[in-house]
């Protein structure tokens, strides 16, 4: 880690663990909204690679475009972060004057695990009121709770080792239908952080239940990329962006 990224994920872990939205707003107020979830393993929010340059890309092709800082470590309890998206959503609706009729969820590994599982309308967006998003991008994400394939922190974080019923309502490939939201995937081979396989069995479980879905995966790529503008994901963003125009 160089020492500009030390320096940033160390003035991330010490802000405050509390709810922030941060608006890229767009010029057109009937423009579509996209949430961005920073990953982080429910530890911190790595909102300076995968947050805030990528609401400032999406608000740049003319998308209203919020970070959403959530509630981490000893706060990331279930059903803490899916309580953060339904507040961010609240406040886009009431605070800015948006519509939802045309949102979106990005989410970068434990942020794409909190989006997955806000898909699955008996945890997310149903039961807390919301209109079904219209596309969730789901980046190298975490979707598996089950010790042998979960990312150790987000699960940690998010369940802990005494409450199993949290964390089989984290494993979102469990509660797949098919009116589960259409969703954009895209991993990397070099990913050391988040094993394969959880992306392979939400994809295997999209398919069949025939939720619209598109799959990509990079030989080269990396976890904790974001953009990932030095990458052969390069250009990830606006393959999404045209998957949800479709």
Known sequence: MDWLIWHKYNKEMAHANEYELT????????????????????????SFIEGHPVAEYFQSKGFNAFVLRYRVREKAHYPHPLEDIA?????????????????????????????????VKEYGYELYGFPKPK????????VSLE???????????????????????????????PD????????????????HIN?????????????????????????????????EAKGWADRAIAFWKK
């Open 23 to 46: 608006p890229y707003l767009s010029k057109d107020k009937n423009a579509p909204v996209v949430v961005v979830c920073p990953g982080g393993g429910y530890h911190m929010i790595a």
């Open 87 to 119: 507040h961010a959503l609240k406040d886009i609706k009431e605070v800015y004057g948006l519509s939802l009729d045309n949102y979106a969820l990005c989410g970068f590994s434990a942020g794409g695990h909190m989006c997955g599982l806000f898909g």
């Open 135 to 142: 596309l969730l991008m789901l980046i190298y994400p975490v």
């Open 147 to 177: 010790k042998e394939i979960t990312h150790r922190n987000t699960r940690r974080h998010f369940a802990g080792e005494k409450d199993p019923e949290a964390a089989e309502i984290g494993c979102i490939h469990h509660h797949i239908t």
């Open 180 to 195: 589960y939201p259409k969703t954009f995937i895209w991993r990397g081979d070099n990913d050391r952080s988040v094993k």
């Open 199 to 231: 992306s392979d069995l939400l994809i295997d479980e999209l398919l069949k239940n025939n939720v619209e879905c598109e799959y990509y995966k990079y030989k080269k790529a990396a976890h904790g990329t974001g953009l990932s503008e030095k990458t």
